[in-house]
């Protein structure tokens, strides 16, 4: 449900079923035959709007619209109607790029891009000819055609997931790892025991990097690991590398351009808000990242590095990547795959899992409260305000609070849907400067006073921004300050590293100045 705000949209509980298939069925009978209801009732709530009546007994009417669909690359083509293999012919959906072109585009102006205009074109070639012979990799009509205000050419954006994360993200390392072997005369195993004995702050624990790469992979231009785990391991490199082989890295590396090169691009497309001022630096990023791929490995340019090219223009339309992406969703097919190795039932599989999954959704509904205000903590204990010491009771004692009163503190709290926890890094706004640097902050106490929770906090001094380890650097500083939960900038979580004794903080996106920017252009 696009119209949804991101914090409650990426719950899983907000995913919803329509169908379960098997694939040979699909084949059999067509996509046609699938979605025929979905898309009469499209067709019936974009016309005639579908009435909610709240509990308080307010009357609301809606307009339904389908404005994409998020899926992998394969389904995506198949869907479109669209050739379904990516080793040669027409492999992209946004261009008329063909496989054996890929290695000489590294710049989306020298793309022919697919319009609806030449779709169209195309399917009425495909229809008046009696073998119904492909043409530029369009053998069909997209099944969502009957829905008139749909731009099918648009319909399918790309996928942050299987493109970047699962694609482009492991290729890189592969690729940057190996230049740093061989210009670094560092061994594989050097690098494995870097990787293996780094030390993760707690918020990047969950996805610490755990497989041993070999030398095969790297000849393969890939890595082990899941997406999330990828993603990690690529924000850590330059500090794993940095922290054990800093005496090897005298020179400049392109595999460690590379890499920082990947991190540059990472930065913008996982940003929950993107500038519109960042549209064209993405452009020039990717083009840099592509034509240094080609210098460190020829023939490397995979279909998903090109569906890269089409990134800036996509985001105009759809706003940021994330928003999109598949990732949640790839979280309820794990659902379905424990409940199938559960049950041991597969004796009409497609029933059971989704009577099983529809009796999940019944018993969610039935909450009262699907979208709970309340706040979740770990574990915690009353105590004095006067007990926290000098400097942080301070914040907290004024003309209607004393020092004798007590207060609840936790370590750990959620609170509409955003946790905090001690020791945990934010970024409390972003200074006024040409290069809009963060301003930190480390949570010192989690505090629950008179039923208001506040976040008291010591500044962090910003020093500069070290483009090696693509972190900025700080220090602690003596001065805390209170701030209230919402009035950070950002809400994802830092940590703190230590590389040759500096203190570093490495960012997992780059955060916005402007919230009128590109977020969620879809949400009507």
């Known amino acids: 449900i696009a119209g949804l ?6 719950q899983l509980k907000t995913i919803f079923l329509y169908c379960l298939a098997y694939h040979s069925r699909v084949k059999q009978y067509g996509y046609a035959s699938i979605f025929n209801d979905m898309l009469e009732d499209f067709k019936k709530f974009s016309q005639d709007p579908l009435t909610v009546k709240t509990r308080r007994g307010k009357v609301i009417s809606y307009n ?9 690359n394969l389904s995506a083509h198949d869907i479109l109607g669209l050739q379904t293999h990516f080793n040669h012919g027409y492999v992209s959906r946004y261009c008329l790029t063909k496989h054996a072109d890929l290695q000489n585009v590294s710049d989306c102006l020298q793309c022919v891009v697919r319009t609806p205009e030449h779709f169209s074109e195309q399917l009425a070639k495909i229809n008046s000819d009696a073998n119904h012979t492909p043409q530029f990799g369009i053998r069909g009509e997209c099944v969502f055609e009957e829905l008139e205000y749909l731009n099918t050419s648009d319909l399918c954006p790309p996928d942050i997931m299987h493109d970047w994360h699962e694609g482009v993200v492991p290729a890189i390392i592969a690729i940057g790892l ?3 072997i061989q210009k670094g005369k560092i061994k594989l195993d050097e690098i494995n025991a870097a990787i293996q004995g780094f030390e993760y702050c707690t918020v990047d624990r969950r996805n610490r990097y755990g497989p041993v790469i070999t030398k095969a992979q790297l000849k393969k231009g890939t890595i082990p690991g899941t997406a999330s785990e990828r993603l990690c391991l690529l924000r850590m490199l330059p500090l794993m590398l940095w922290q054990n082989f800093s005496d090897k ?7 460690l351009t590379l890499i920082l090169k990947c991190l540059d691009i990472n930065d913008i497309l996982m940003a929950p808000v993107i500038e519109l001022e960042w549209i064209p630096l993405l452009h020039f990023l990717i083009s840099e990242h592509h ?4 210098k460190l490995s020829p023939t490397s340019i995979t279909p998903k590095f090109h ?7 996509t985001i105009i339309k759809f706003g ?9 969703f790839e979280s309820v097919h794990q659902y379905f795959k424990r409940l199938t190795q559960c049950t041991k039932n597969f004796k009409n599989l497609t029933q059971t899992l989704s009577n099983r999954y529809q009796n999940l959704k019944a018993f969610q509904l039935s909450n009262l409260e699907f979208f709970p205000l309340e706040f979740d903590i770990t574990s915690g204990a009353s105590v004095v305000i006067n007990t926290l010491g000098e400097k942080l009771s301070s914040l907290l004692i004024n003309d209607m ?8 503190i936790t370590s750990s709290v959620e609170l509409g849907q955003v946790k905090y926890s001690c020791g945990s890094i934010l970024i409390h706004k972003l200074a006024d400067d040409l290069v809009s640097t963060p301003q930190f902050v480390e949570i010192c106490k989690l505090v629950k006073i008179r039923s208001k929770w506040v976040i008291l906090a010591s500044k962090l001094e910003t020093l500069g921004y070290e483009n090696k380890l693509h972190s900025y650097t700080i220090r602690r500083t003596e001065n805390y300050l209170k701030i209230l939960p919402g009035e950070e900038i950002d809400h994802s979580l830092l940590g703190i590293y230590c590389v040759d004794g500096i203190s570093v903080i490495p960012l997992k996106y780059r955060p916005a100045v402007h919230v009128s920017a590109i977020s969620v252009c879809f949400c009507y």
């Open 5 to 10: 705000p991101p914090k409650y949209r990426s």
């Open 320 to 328: 940021p990547p994330r928003h999109y992406f598949t990732m949640r």
């Open 178 to 180: 190996s230049s740093v």
């Open 64 to 72: 339904v619209y389908l404005h994409f669909l998020s899926a992998d």
């Open 307 to 313: 569906y890269l090219l089409h990134y800036p223009q």
């Open 291 to 294: 034509q240094l791929v080609k």
């Open 249 to 255: 890295f005298i020179t400049n590396i392109d595999g």
């Open 401 to 408: 609070v004393d020092g004798d009163e007590k207060v609840y």
